[in-house]
């Protein structure tokens, strides 16, 4: 469990800058370390970097300073970027923009047919693919009359089919109705649970980074608080500075705490609310 | 509204034709379009007419759904058809002002408007029968032997793919460009023609940007799933071709050196 699968060293990244403006830093010297078969969910304001240093976990971008190691492999290493990228998975916001093939099936296959596998084997992972995310019965189907959640099902499939040790979602339920949401972090405990891979989520829902075994936040290119959802989601006023909401439940605890009543801000879901606020009350009734 | 388009116009199905492989296809439309225009006399009309009928038969293609498709021809193929009548030397058999009917003319008018229309048809056949992602592939592999001459092939057919990709993407996209341009008073049905083609402007520019903005994120996507040009590439649907396909080759051979011959004759 200890094991690292992804280690960042005192990263810096910028944009190339157009010619006469001075280069401004995305990232500036974040480190990370993140553990084989951990949940780590990331986030931050928009522009805070969190997305850029998504893309620097495949090899999408190269580090202008500092390293990242992926499964011991330097991503600056360009012998290696097709192995960086078919261990660790990436799935996006917008899954129109990731689906490449008129039919299901064939999507779900773009991934392998590029790594060379054996046609056999390239049935077997998509039918293993879809059966998982559950679109199989839609393996003939057109994509574009799916619904959003259904195409971003679709989308995992075609990342899972390379059999990545680690998926990285960048907003994957940014642009999905409830439903839609639901499904794709259900994907996300299934893969865990059944595959144990290593999950790296970027996400602006809070009730999304709850069900994370550790959050880290990111403020102007940094990491600024790194730790377990329950010793994190307490620091309401330093999130909030951040511009970011902390989880209903935290909010409503901390609010009567601002008015005097003295309760523990641990509470991350409605039950463990209930169970704190009953605790309290019960006693005293 | 836009949604109603069927691009491609593919008709899935089970019959004999749309198993073909999508090779045999391509080459069995390039013989019967060599047919078509060595084809000089009735005979030879007929032959290739009733092999059209039989491939229409064959696929199960609705009468209607081919006649549909020519449509849009009806003005080409009429003007060929007067042009033709007109133009025939010979003995005119009727005249007004300067315009003089002849045999040969209405002849050729005929033929030439046969031959278009079969034409017409016969391509049809492909794109009706075959899916587009089968018909790019079975270009990609046609063109296989173009590599040696640096013919980018692979990347010419995964472009053309992309665009088939994208295209009821665009057209949603459009569509919701076109009521968002509305909904800020946007006038696209009044006006002359110049007016109409300057309201197209609010419309396009949206779109161009848009698709510049998928073509980049598709890209990054494609990247992300190890997409590295068309080498060491493996198939999930790899194509055979059949005792099938052999056979229909076979018959669009003899097709064309049965044209040839009868034309050869006279007959």
Known sequence: ?285 | MLKDVTLGQYFPGTTVVHRLDPRTKILLVVLYIVALFCAKTWLAYLLVGVCLAAAIAAARIRLSAMLKGLKPLIFIVLLTGLLNLFYGRGEPIARFWIFKITREGIENAVFMVLRIVMLVMGTFMLTYTTSPIMLTYGLELLMKPLKVLKVPVHELAMMMSMALRLIPTLIEETDKIISAQKARGAEFDTGNLIQKAKAMLPILIPLFLSSFRRADELATAMEARCYHGGEGRTRLNVLHMAARDVLALCLGAALVAAVVVLSKFGL
């Open chain 1, 1 to 285: 469990m200890d094991e690292t699968v992804i280690q960042i060293d005192n990263l810096t990244f910028f944009y190339t800058p157009d010619e006469g403006e001075t280069a401004e830093d995305v990232l500036s010297g974040v480190s990370l370390e993140i553990e084989k078969g951990s949940f780590v969910a990331i986030l931050g304001h928009n522009g805070s970097g969190k997305s850029t240093l998504a893309r620097h976990l495949n090899a999408l971008l190269l580090p202008k300073g500092g390293s990242v190691t992926v499964f011991g492999m330097d991503t600056k290493a360009e012998d290696l970027t097709l192995e960086i990228r078919r261990r660790v998975g990436m799935v996006f916001q917008n899954p129109d923009n990731q689906i490449v093939s008129n039919v299901v099936e064939e999507d779900v296959a773009f991934a392998p047919e590029n790594l060379g596998v054996p046609t056999p084997e390239i049935r077997r992972r998509v039918d293993e693919a879809l059966k998982m995310v559950g679109m199989y019965g839609f393996r003939d189907h057109a994509p574009h009359l799916l619904s959003g959640g259904q195409k971003q099902r679709v989308a995992i499939a075609g990342v899972l089919a390379m059999r990545p040790e680690c998926v990285a979602f960048d907003e994957p339920t940014a642009m999905l109705d409830p439903q839609g949401r639901r499904d794709v972090m259900d994907i996300i405990e299934k893969l865990r649970r059944e595959y144990g891979s290593t999950v790296i989520l970027i996400t602006h829902h809070m009730e999304e980074a709850v069900r994370a075994d550790r959050v880290v936040v990111m403020s102007d290119g940094k990491v600024v608080m790194d730790g377990a959802p329950r010793e994190v989601f307490p620091r309401v006023e330093e999130l909030e500075a951040l511009g970011l909401s902390v989880p209903e439940t935290v909010r409503l605890l901390w609010e009567m705490r601002k008015r005097g009543v003295d309760l523990p801000l641990t509470a991350l879901t409605v039950e463990e609310c209930a169970k704190v606020l009953a605790d309290r009350y019960a006693v005293k009734q």
